[in-house]
């Protein structure tokens, strides 16, 4: 086995807590290289399914029992875990949803359709996944607001003289994609911030690729909202987070109405509970709340600069090794300080879906397809791409067996 | 890395299929054409366009375009050589035989020709749709009724 040159983690240590990494695909032992779309789960957060069902499981905020007020209490701690994660300076500014698309769901509804009016204009990118794209056209087709795209450069990189140019007068609110999902750029979202607020708009910021992969720190990033999924940061599906700047929250109206998200029901009206509950309607995900704190644990234990580290070097071992492959082109920034681990590339007259079956025939798993970022796809003129994404477990040496499968690919599909 | 043995991969792409997907025929545009479908893979992107010229209810050309993967390509080129010349209703029997194939893994019928080539794809359950889509393209064109109560029900949804 290879050493690893550069990385500051210890990845055969890490691997141990993976059941799933010492499984065989089609024969082979599984290369995971889907990680932009989920990662892997250790051992100590699927013990912590398991032991929150068999230890504490009850609902939550309304019990008296034992067992409510056990589950109440570790529902809640996992609030507080995430504030400090992200730097939040108060838990009451975290509002638990499903997911990354849930909370930029929520933030259309229940700040765009009380704030915005028609004429009003939200700013986009061109890069964004379908989740910070769709919310807003069906905002646009409630309110009559107007989207703009902020286009890209050929390289990947966001065009910051086209965000100046369409934030202006009548923008309410920028909402772009911190690291893209295809592209691997990590956008200056504080340059972005700073261009929003000059002009009295709001930053959203898609934080969904970036959360998991380096340190995050609301209090200095510039954005009023934040979003991100448990899932692709060791966590369990059915988690997502939106975080929302101080005040921001009170002035807005709930997103879903039910049980849990009220003070006070009558006949002729209801009045709502403070938040971040206003925005919690009906049982929420509690056991996935509860085992995403062994997720942030471990990660905290490993340390977001570290793992930011390592992703680093790992994505320059791959990026160079691609290079290498005749026919083969990277799309995104070829520098690693300015992008992520997620590498999308495309193989000269091979499409993307034939190349990921013959990779998974080796155990090799990526991501082909569309990303979810049909905007992106038109943009770089590809129906689709290649996409292998690295996190805290992948070693160099996986990297390698999916150079070795991309050359048999090739070999395939040779006249 | 691995001393498993390589995986083969000649039931899913096999040589006829790399070779329409290389050369394919009756790729472009189609002059004087009558019938007009077009079908979409949301999920993966593979898009397929069908142009054809019915002559009293025999199709006397037939071209098609889009983009997509080898097993989407491959299979409307082989649709276009398979279909051209042939009557409504001979296509509309190698598209219910094709669709068998696929979808029942049936033994594919000695007229199928070609396309029996296909056959592997019923083994790769996530690439069936590629190979159906140019199908089910032609069966729009062909039964251009059907098509429109579908995208009325489309609408409504």
């Not at chain 1, 086209?162 to 309410?172: A, K, Q």
């Not at chain 1, 987070?241 to 921001?248: E, K």
């Not at chain 2, 029942?104 to 996530?126: H, I, M, N, R, T």
Request: charged share 25%.
């Amino acid at each position: 086995m290879k050493q690893q040159a550069h990385s500051p983690l210890d990845t055969s240590a890490i691997r141990r807590d993976f059941p799933i990494l010492s499984r065989e695909v089609n024969g082979h032992p599984l290369v995971y290289l889907d990680n932009a779309a989920t990662t892997q789960k250790p051992r100590q957060v699927i013990d912590a399914l398991v032991h929150y069902y068999e230890h504490s499981n009850s609902n939550i905020h309304r019990g008296i029992h034992t067992l409510a007020v056990e589950a109440t209490e570790q529902y809640e701690a996992v609030r507080a875990k995430v504030a400090r994660h992200i730097g939040a300076a108060d838990e009451r500014q975290i509002v638990f949803t499903r997911n990354t698309t849930e909370a930029i769901n929520l933030v259309a509804r229940a700040w765009g359709d009380a704030n915005l009016r028609e004429g009003d204009e939200v700013v986009l990118t061109e890069m964004e996944h379908h989740s910070n794209i769709v919310p807003w056209q069906l905002l646009a087709r409630r309110n009559g607001v107007r989207l703009r795209f902020a286009t890209i450069t050929d390289d990947g990189y966001l065009e910051m003289a086209s965000v100046r140019e369409l934030v202006g007068p009548r923008t309410r609110l920028v909402s772009v994609v911190h690291a893209s999902n295809v592209l691997g750029t990590i956008n200056p979202v504080t340059e972005v911030a700073e261009v929003a607020h000059a002009a009295g708009a709001l930053l959203l910021v898609d934080a969904a690729q970036s959360a998991p992969h380096m340190p995050i720190d609301v209090a200095n990033l510039g954005a009023d909202f934040l979003a991100f999924s448990a899932h692709k940061m060791l966590g369990p599906t059915g988690v997502g987070v939106l975080w929302a700047r101080d005040g921001l929250l009170e002035s807005m109206d709930p997103f879903l109405g039910g049980g849990d998200m009220i003070s006070v029901v009558k006949e002729e009206g209801s009045t709502w509970a403070d938040v971040p509950y206003k925005f919690e309607a009906g049982t929420p995900n509690i056991a996935d709340v509860i085992a995403f704190a062994a997720a942030l644990d471990y990660l905290a234990e490993i340390g977001m600069d570290r793992v930011r580290e390592h992703e680093k070097t790992i994505t320059a071992y791959a990026m160079d090794a691609l290079h290498r492959i005749d026919g083969l082109t990277i799309h995104g920034p070829a520098d690693v300080d300015d992008r992520g681990g997620a590498v999308s590339f495309a193989l000269d007259g091979i499409h993307p879906h034939d190349v990921s079956t013959i990779l998974d025939g080796y155990g090799v798993a990526i991501r082909a397809g569309h990303h979810c970022a049909q905007l992106l796809m038109r943009r770089l003129g590809v129906p689709a791409t290649n996409r292998a994404s690295f996190y805290i477990y992948n070693e160099e040496r996986e990297v390698d067996a999916l150079i070795d499968a991309l050359k048999q690919t090739i070999k395939v599909f040779a006249e | 890395m691995s001393r498993a043995p390589d995986p083969v991969f000649d039931d899913l792409f096999r040589e006829v299929i790399l070779d329409h997907y290389r050369r394919p025929r009756n790729r472009g545009a189609l002059a004087g054409g009558n019938r007009h479908a077009e079908g979409l893979n949301p999920t993966c992107g593979d898009e397929i366009i069908l142009d054809l010229r019915l002559d009293d209810g025999v199709i006397g050309d037939i071209a098609f375009g889009g983009q997509g993967c080898s097993i989407s390509q491959a299979s409307a080129s082989m649709l276009t050589e398979r279909v051209k010349g042939r009557s409504v209703a001979e296509a509309n029997d190698v598209q219910r035989q094709v669709r068998a194939m696929l979808l029942e893994a049936k033994e594919p019928p000695a007229e199928l020709g070609d396309l029996e080539a296909l056959q592997g794809v019923s083994k790769f359950p996530v690439r069936v749709k590629c190979a159906l889509l140019c199908w089910n393209v032609l069966h729009e064109g062909l039964n251009p009724a059907t098509v429109n109560t579908k995208q009325d029900t489309q609408e409504t949804l």
